[in-house]
């Protein structure tokens, strides 16, 4: 079971970083091309990246560079998020049913993260501290939201989800109890 496990963990991976290759619309631009879209004596080609419009930001699926909280990339090594946060508060061992296997649950003050093959596959987030790598906290509203990220997809009990270009299944979502932001969460849902 732990080749399948981790040809499907591979699979998943190989998408989201041939995503980082595309220039998907729903991407923010580089300094480089807000500077351009800034300055009005810009020539444009056909052929050049347009300006970011709130159209462009519009969309409701964002790319995988996009699904950051608090610093933490999903996708990338556990290494990397033991050495921003430090040692965790408590780790936990927990069996993902869908996997056939177990991930590791490593919990810090406001924000926990869940650890298969040495990746981070989830982060929530609850802390006054937490934030996207798009400066959206804990604590938005709704209309914040929407104005950064688009639309949005609802989902049950007042959740904001922007699935990842590369995988309906993962999403950036907000929790949105009374309208204010109570938690980010970034995370694939299993069937």
């Known amino acids: 079971m732990r080749p399948l496990r981790t040809l499907a963990l591979a699979t998943l991976l190989v998408a989201c970083s041939r995503d980082r290759a595309r220039n998907a619309a729903d991407s923010l631009p580089s300094m480089d091309t807000s500077r351009q879209a800034m300055d009005t004596t810009v020539t444009r080609s056909p052929t050049d990246t347009p300006p970011v419009t709130d159209t ?15 610093g933490i990339l999903w996708g990338s090594p556990a290494e990397e998020a033991r050495q921003l946060l430090g040692t965790p508060q408590r780790t936990n061992t927990v069996w993902e049913e869908a996997l056939g296997d177990s991930s590791t649950v490593l919990e810090y003050p406001g924000i926990t993260l869940r650890i298969v093959e040495r990746r981070v596959v989830g982060i929530h987030c609850t802390g006054q501290s937490c934030i996207t790598g798009d400066a959206v906290r804990v604590g938005a509203t709704q209309a914040e939201v929407v104005q950064v990220y688009g639309r949005g997809q609802r989902q049950d009990a007042g959740e904001l ?7 309906d299944s993962c999403a950036l979502r907000f929790e949105l109890p009374q309208g204010k932001v109570s938690a980010i969460d970034v995370s694939c849902q299993m069937n």
Do not use: H, K
């Not at 462009?56 to 608090?70: C, D, G, K, P």
């Not at 989800?161 to 995988?167: C, I, K, L």
């Open 161 to 167: 989800a922007y699935p990842f270009t590369t995988d």
């Open 56 to 70: 462009a930001l519009a969309n409701s699926r964002i790319t995988v560079e996009r699904a950051v909280v608090n």
